[in-house]
């Protein structure tokens, strides 16, 4: 029996500091060269919009990306992706609660995590992010184990303590301490399922190289197609103001803001000896006359 | 992950102004571009945004702004409930601070090592508003007036426990009655919830099936709202794998127990493989189905 219904998607309001963006250029479809993603600054490029009633209040799930064009100035196909920022950190332990040793988890040292980033790892902040592994022994090919992932559900500050076991042997297990720099994290799945209760599922090993990723929001990937004319520009042709000089034979189409947009040469080919007129060009003149400026022209 | 597709025209970027400042006359006397005048920029598209003379643009700082090709896009987060968390206890920082952080708030620092859980508390808010007049009756003498009307007796405890908190009233003239629920018997004024009983004001509305009513209009204040330190602690929060997507306590619905929980889905095809009779049922897991 349903007890309440809730939605499961929102809009996302996440911080451009929990934001990566790359992006990658070709300049056609058929580039025979390998993708090459380039980082975008996201607080540079993604801005999100605020609140009409409250302007210091994001709205939510409304962004907009500021494409610089010193970047993306060009013809051709840029791919931007923009996903969640990820943390690169090593697993300082493997362990269980000494209180509930059923419940295991992975241990990071909030030293090891870059200065701006220390805060994600307080008390509770890390819940919902997702951890990704790297292989232990690299440089064997692809670095990361792909299909691999764990969802941190909780963390703690935790300090470790022996429990002496007898015949000189000691086991280690970590209980929640807020003096302590090394944090403790429940992941799922960790739990081995009842009818195997050996195969405990993957967590990670002490040492390990890991990513952690926040779940803000969903990744987009946008492809942007640049092109040089559309339905607008080949109104010009069509509608717009034209001039024909016929001085000296330059054919001037111009915007619907009567700003010149392109110039030809208009001329005919004649047979050198007969004077037969052989062709009609029409030749694009990449040096502007400014003189067919269309107001100069019509004001008379 | 979402895939968006779009097409930009750059000619929407492309400079198509011709400044006069950039023209000059040639050696016959023609006007012709300086195409070298850095205030050229016609069929180009400039880094950073500039007027139709060719002059940068200044924010009020007096930077140029960058020229941009700006596109919207709408972000989403898919979310699930993880469930309910298990307080642990934890032992707190030694060095306790003793500035709060800016805009503190639990969400952005966490359990914040260090921070107090006075740093949790707010300021006590009044919440007022109000109801009907059936809580007049838990505040009224046991005894009954010459006409068998209920009487208030400003000052008797009419509560369940005396001796720590008090329901009763407080006073009561022609006009109306104030009393109180549950308020600490040693600070009645400023503890509990504050009733006010008006004699000669009458509500009148209906049901939800439409039944008429009418009761004495009575107006509630509350000053106790709020976080404070008798609705909040600090413990560590603990994630227990087998409440993952559980919000709250397996509840026996039917003749078939259910183990609500995200992982069961194994568990349920492994418990029927073990039912081989109808005795197992009874007996299976210590009598965990029951019937």
């Known amino acids: ?300 | 992950m979402e895939y968006i597709r779009k097409k930009i025209n750059l000619e929407n970027y492309t400079v198509r102004s011709i400044p006069k400042s950039v023209l000059v006359k040639n050696s016959e006397g023609k006007t012709v571009i300086d195409e070298s005048n850095p205030k050229y920029y016609y069929g180009t598209i400039p880094n950073y945004k500039i007027d139709s003379e060719g002059n940068f643009i200044l924010d009020p700082f007096g930077q140029k702004i960058v020229n941009t090709i700006d596109v919207s896009l709408f972000i989403t987060q898919d979310i699930d409930d993880m469930g309910i968390f298990t307080d642990t206890p934890f032992v707190p920082k030694s060095s306790t601070l003793t500035i709060k952080p800016d805009n503190f708030n639990s969400f952005t620092y966490g359990r914040l090592a260090g921070a107090p859980v006075s740093f949790y508390y707010k300021s006590p808010i009044t919440v007022s508003g109000y109801t009907d007049d059936s809580l007049l009756k838990q505040v009224k003498s046991y005894r009954k007036d010459t006409q068998g009307n209920d009487i208030y007796v400003p000052n008797l405890n009419v509560s369940n426990d005396p001796k720590n908190s008090f329901n009763g009233v407080v006073y009561t003239n022609n006009l109306e009655t104030v009393y109180k629920i549950g308020s600490n018997v040693n600070n009645v004024q400023n503890t509990g919830v504050e009733y006010t009983t008006f004699k000669n004001e009458y509500v009148k509305t209906v049901d939800e099936f439409g039944k008429a009513l009418s009761y004495n209009k009575t107006k509630f204040v509350s000053k106790n709202g709020g976080w404070n330190e008798y609705n909040t602690s600090l413990n560590a929060s603990l994630k227990k794998e087998e409440y993952l997507g559980i919000v709250f306590k397996p509840e026996v619905d039917s003749a078939v127990f259910i183990n609500r929980g995200v992982e069961d889905i194994f568990e349920r095809h492994a418990l029927l493989s073990e039912i081989k009779t109808t005795n197992d049922i009874d007996t299976n897991r210590g009598g965990f189905i029951r019937i």
């Not at chain 1, 000189?168 to 009842?194: E, I, K, L, R």
């Not at chain 1, 007969?274 to 502007?288: A, D, M, N, S």
Request: charged share 20%; aromatic share 12%.
């Open chain 1, 1 to 300: 029996m349903a007890t309440g219904n809730y939605g499961t998607i929102r809009p996302a309001d996440v911080s451009v500091d929990d934001v990566e963006i790359f992006y990658s250029y070709t300049p056609n479809r058929e580039s025979l060269t390998t993708v090459e993603l380039l980082p975008l600054d996201p607080a540079q490029v993604l801005i999100p919009a605020n609140n009409p009633d409250n302007v210091n209040e994001i709205f939510g799930g409304l962004y907009t990306l500021k494409l610089p064009t010193s970047i993306f100035g060009s013809k051709g196909y840029y791919s931007i992706v923009i996903r969640p920022k990820q943390i690169r950190t090593t697993i300082q332990d493997c362990g269980v609660l000494i209180d509930n040793q059923d419940v295991k988890g992975v241990v990071f040292d909030i030293n090891q995590i870059p200065l701006e980033l220390q805060n994600r790892f307080e008390n509770g902040n890390l819940v919902g992010y997702r951890i990704e592994y790297i292989k232990e022994q690299t440089g064997t090919g692809q670095d990361k184990i792909q299909n691999l992932f764990r969802i941190i559900t909780s963390n703690n500050r935790a300090l470790p303590i022996t429990q002496n076991q007898g015949n000189s042997n000691a086991s280690q297990a970590y209980t929640f301490n807020d003096n302590s720099t090394s944090v403790f994290c429940t992941v799922s799945p960790s739990s081995a399922p009842s009818i195997k209760p050996n195969a405990v599922p993957f967590i990670g090993n002490p040492q390990q190289d890991v990513i952690i990723t926040n779940t803000f929001f969903n990744p987009v990937m946008l492809e942007i197609e640049m092109v040089e004319f559309d339905e607008e520009t080949l109104a010009y042709a069509l509608f717009s103001n034209q001039t024909k000089s016929l001085e000296d034979g330059i054919y001037t189409i111009y915007n619907f803001g009567n700003q010149i947009y392109r110039q030809y040469n208009l001329y005919e080919v004649k047979d050198q000896f007969t004077g037969k007129p052989l062709y009609e060009v029409r030749e694009q003149k990449f040096t502007i006359d400014p003189t067919k400026d269309f107001d100069d022209i019509t004001n008379f």
